[in-house]
């Protein structure tokens, strides 16, 4: 009995399982569309390669703000010299401390020391020109970022249509199906009545078949357009997604410019990140400039711990100048005139591959619309067709292996239309990606 009750248990959650996984959600390209923005996971990277590269401009802030700090030192010192001075700082010296004896082997002194130090860099020449290239990286990231997003509702566009056409391939086959189980019984109906041979028979139940397999194949398109989606949106939910509107032919007026815009904002951020090169071999070169920095400290000292009965300050600026550190800063200028150079030739040749591009992409658009006219007047013919052909083997005017290859053409031809369709939004979409 336990083992039966078992088996129930199982079989009703496998049914809530398999319930769960074939759920149908209606779902618009609106919907997709926001999100994909809360949620796509490359979205999200994007800004936190902006945010690093803001972080990163952040500490230039260093050329201006001074650095301070604060510590506090214990010691015990015999060291004649440390201990002498110890003492001059703690305003404790007296007549015995000269003592030529006390000079040589002076007794354990404690010496406990507070220090407030700030230096203030006053000229650095070589840090304005880092904080410059900081801030055109930022501002690259920023435009990637921007492009990135651009990017991504260019594929949910994509991925939308895919969904649409998958659905569409499905009511084709799915009705291909119904004519070809309808043949199937004129033909056992005939077959019976002496009007078919067997063989005429056996070629309609292959065709049929051959009808169930592919309706097999556009389910799984249909899951896998669903998980792509689900996947921009990083929902990993194991749902069946459907669109609320089907594949239809996107009418608008496109003008397209012949020339690439380096105002596209993926190109804009390469010639930043080339300024960034740019800016930064300068600021190698500027490391051969001296550097001014101011200074300054305040400083508590006593025997006792955290105690301050003495005091003192030292104020002062430093001009400082590394003549020569080998040959370390004449390589690193050379290396960063190189990465200048070859961000120069990068940019110029992204710029190149996207003009390539945008000239494919024009054919491409222009080839998809010339196909999609003949893809129609094709389906209309072949559907003509087989409407005669289905009509004289009704009246036994026609024979079987006809009137399945009329079928058959009849399902491609629609399938081909409508992925012609999808070329056809494809290429405009892909074109005003490409201008936007």
Do not use: C
């Amino acid at each position: 009995m336990k083992n039966n009750i078992g088996i129930l248990t199982l079989s009703f959650l496998s049914f809530i399982s398999i319930t769960k996984a074939q759920e149908v959600i209606q779902i618009s390209k609106a919907t997709v569309l926001e999100s994909v923005s809360n949620n796509n996971q490359s979205i999200k990277i994007s800004k936190e390669d902006f945010n690093l590269a803001r972080a990163d401009y952040r500490q230039t802030n260093a050329i201006f703000l001074p650095n301070i700090a604060v510590s506090h030192t214990g010691m015990a010192i015999t060291n004649p010299i440390m201990a002498f001075g110890s003492k001059l700082n703690q305003e404790i010296l007296t007549v015995n401390d000269f003592n030529p004896s006390s000079l040589n082997n002076p007794e354990q002194t404690q010496n406990f020391a507070t220090r407030i130090e700030v230096k203030q860099p006053l000229i650095n020449m070589d840090g304005f020109y880092q904080r410059k290239a900081a801030k055109n990286n930022m501002e690259a990231m920023s435009l990637q970022t921007k492009r990135t997003t651009d990017y991504l509702v260019f594929e949910v566009d994509k991925a939308y249509m895919q969904l649409q056409l998958a659905y569409k391939a499905l009511d084709v086959i799915e009705k291909a199906l119904l004519a070809a189980e309808s043949n199937k019984a004129l033909a056992d109906n005939s077959f019976k009545q002496g009007y078919l041979q067997q063989a005429d028979v056996l070629a309609v139940e292959v065709r049929v078949t051959e009808v169930k397999n592919q309706l097999q194949t556009a389910k799984s398109n249909v899951e896998n357009a669903s998980n792509y989606l689900s996947f921009l949106m990083n929902d990993y939910e194991n749902a069946i997604l459907k669109p609320t509107d089907s594949l239809t032919i996107n009418a608008t007026d496109l003008v397209v410019a012949s020339q690439i815009s380096t105002e596209r904002s993926d190109i804009k951020a390469m010639q930043l990140a080339s300024n960034a090169y740019e800016t930064l071999h300068k600021a190698d070169n500027m490391t051969f400039l001296p550097t001014l920095n101011a200074f300054g400290s305040y400083e508590l000292y006593d025997d006792q711990a955290f105690q301050g009965d003495a005091s003192g300050y030292v104020v002062g600026a430093q001009l400082s100048w590394t003549l020569l550190d080998g040959t370390k800063r004449f390589g690193k200028a050379q290396k960063s005139k190189a990465e200048f150079e070859k961000s120069k030739l990068q940019y110029e040749q992204y710029v190149s591959q996207s003009q390539l591009e945008l000239n494919k992409a024009k054919r491409l658009f222009m080839d998809a619309e010339n196909k999609l006219k003949l893809s129609k007047l094709a389906m209309e013919q072949s559907h003509e067709s087989l409407r005669i052909r289905t009509n004289r083997f009704e009246q036994g005017l026609e024979k079987t292996s006809d009137l399945l290859t009329t079928e058959t053409q009849f399902a491609q031809k629609q399938l081909e239309y409508y992925q012609t369709i999808f070329e056809y939004n494809y290429a405009q979409a892909y074109l005003k990606f490409l201008t936007k």
